[in-house]
């Protein structure tokens, strides 16, 4: 008999993960991208986890910010 997978139980589902982790694929020929993620987050003084994180925030309230301005100029 088959054995399945082990269900995702997440913190608000009674399990006790607190987090998820996501693997984040690169191309050959943009690998030095890898490099630069050290090296960003080496200056920022952070996890290439934490730098990742901080990106998206940033990039979202930027997304945020001009949609919100072109709805309310109509």
Same mark, same amino acid.
């Given at each position: !008999?088959?054995?399945?997978? +082990?269900? %995702?139980k997440g913190?608000? %589902?009674?399990? #006790?993960?607190?987090?998820?982790?996501? !693997?984040?694929? $690169?191309?050959? #020929? =943009?690998?030095?991208?890898? %490099?630069?993620?050290?090296?960003?987050?080496?200056? =920022? !003084?952070?996890?290439?986890?934490? $730098?990742? +994180?901080?990106?998206?925030?940033? =990039?979202?309230?930027?997304? =945020?910010?001009?949609?919100?301005? +072109?709805?309310?100029?109509?």
């Open positions: !008999m088959p054995i399945g997978s +082990r269900p %995702n913190y608000g %589902n009674g399990g #006790h993960d607190l987090g998820k982790s996501i !693997m984040v694929s $690169f191309p050959a #020929h =943009e690998l030095h991208l890898i %490099n630069e993620l050290d090296r960003l987050a080496h200056l =920022e !003084m952070t996890t290439k986890s934490q $730098f990742l +994180r901080r990106c998206i925030r940033r =990039e979202s309230a930027k997304v =945020e910010e001009q949609i919100g301005r +072109r709805h309310s100029v109509v």
